[in-house]
């Protein structure tokens, strides 16, 4: 393979995973790799679901080194061959202790000479934790993707790092590894590599891939429009922050959180601010509360993270979304997608106590949310503002709809799902960004991070 298709083979990954990392949760490098060691034979899912609790009871190397074995196992158990992850857990964490002050040892050389540490657990925690390029992560997905790419004809997991090392520049180690586990994930997967719809197409051989080569070009990722920034927000919003409403609602928040759970968790609460730029806003869909229930609730309107359960009036939306514009419905709910391409997914309310819907309203946050509307209105390039039902669509009496788009129909809950089916909210939005001379939404682009 030559450096000009490594290089569009990094570009595209970087345009279908911007954030590539490791889907563990960890505080410490020292954390990370007790939960690398763990996700062997177990999925990152109950990995993660396992250290929720174990990182609490055992927040540090010196914690698990004195361990009880007998209780550390039960802990373990869902993750499987818990007798021997125990023993590589304690084994670790007395070598962390005894020979590296607690520390992770930033050197491979020390790194692989713990017991129980393997180079590929290694490669995680250096190129994940502290950004080392030490190595290539070489995991089975790895494994399996680079040698149906034809990036490496060796079989194991060594000798096929030493090829991407070849292949690949130093400096997009730390980056490679985590993506290309993404790939094999949820793309290039072990059973049904899914070739109609992956970004490489065009470059891959498939060697070994049963089934003819799809016809058509490959499924390239659009331009991501919006880069995480928070900056101009601020400063378009800046008189907001300090006025006595906006005061009041931070104090009443500070001691919701102190008394109850809310959600969504504090660093997601302004998630649809973060996730699209001021300048790249060219859609707001706008919603109401914040979902109420565990783990839904990330900030961004109708959207839940992938692994959650898609709530009733999001799987509407899927369903729509399917007979308006033919996408292919995702197998999650993150909706993260449209949000880089420049959809904001505004939330009337933006914060919730949990199980309690509507509990934070007329507390200050729809003030702010006007001031939002209101100063995107005042913008002078064209938005399409969606409303779906009463509620949205009183909010944006305020839009000015001589210089903007306004599309409303019914809400997409089951109780108004009848009128909302059919009302082609999707087509008719990039209709009208193209009426004023604005690329469309790739509706169909929902990659799960
Ligand atoms: S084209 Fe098919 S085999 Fe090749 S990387 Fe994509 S999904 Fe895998």
Redesign the pocket.
């Known amino acids: 393979m030559s450096a000009d298709q490594i290089g569009t083979i990094i570009e595209r990954l970087k345009a279908r995973w911007p954030q590539a990392t490791y889907e563990l949760d960890w505080q410490t490098p020292e954390q990370m790799l007790v939960a690398t060691s763990l996700a062997a034979q177990c999925t990152d899912e109950r990995v993660r679901a396992v250290t929720k609790t174990l990182f609490v009871k055992y927040p540090d190397p010196k914690s698990f080194a004195e361990a009880d074995p007998a209780e550390l196992e039960e802990e373990l158990k869902p993750t499987g061959f818990y007798r021997q992850k125990t023993k590589a857990v304690l084994s670790i964490n007395k070598a962390l202790v005894s020979k590296h002050g607690g520390k992770i040892p930033r050197d491979m050389a020390k790194m692989v000479k713990i017991s129980g540490v393997a180079r590929k657990t290694a490669n995680v925690v250096l190129n994940c934790c502290f950004n080392d390029p030490t190595g290539v992560i070489v995991d089975t997905h790895v494994h ?2 680079s040698q ?2 034809g990036l490496s004809k060796q079989s194991t997991p060594e000798a096929i790092e030493q090829d991407l090392m070849a292949l690949v520049p130093q400096d997009e180690w730390t980056f490679f590894g985590p993506a290309m586990v993404l ?2 994930r949820y ?3 072990a059973k049904n ?3 109609a ?5 065009d ?5 070994e ?1 049963d089934g003819p ?2 016809e058509g070009p ?1 499924r390239l990722p659009p331009p991501v429009t919006s880069e995480p920034d928070l900056d101009a927000w601020v400063q378009a919003l800046g008189p907001e922050f300090d006025k006595p409403y906006f005061k009041k609602l931070m104090a009443f928040i500070d001691q919701e959180r102190a008394e109850h759970q809310v959600f969504p968790p504090e660093d997601e609460v302004f998630s649809a601010f973060s996730m699209t730029a001021f300048d790249a806003v060219k859609v707001v869909i706008l919603g109401q509360d914040p979902y109420h229930d565990d783990d839904q609730a990330h900030g961004l309107s109708f959207s839940v993270k992938p692994g959650v359960k898609v709530p009733p009036s999001l799987a509407n939306m899927v369903k729509e979304l399917k007979t308006d514009v033919g996408a292919t419905a995702p197998k999650h709910g993150f909706l993260g997608g449209w949000a880089s391409q420049g959809v904001l997914m505004l939330n009337a309310v933006l914060t919730v106590r949990a199980h309690s819907a509507n509990s934070h309203k007329d507390q200050g946050w729809e003030t702010f949310t006007d001031a939002v509307i209101q100063t995107l209105n005042n913008r002078a390039e064209h938005i399409v503002f969606v409303l779906w039902g009463g509620y949205a669509q009183k909010k944006g009496q305020i839009i000015d709809r001589t210089r903007h788009s306004v599309i409303e129909c019914a809400h997409p809950s089951p109780l108004s799902a009848k009128k909302f089916f059919g009302s082609k909210p999707f087509s008719q939005t990039n209709e009208a960004l193209q009426s004023h001379g604005q690329s469309p939404i790739d509706w169909s682009h929902l990659p799960d991070r």
């Open positions: 399996r993707v149906r790419m790939h094999g793309t290039c997967t590599p899914d070739c719809d992956c970004v490489y197409l470059l891959c051989p498939r060697v891939v080569r799809p490959p």
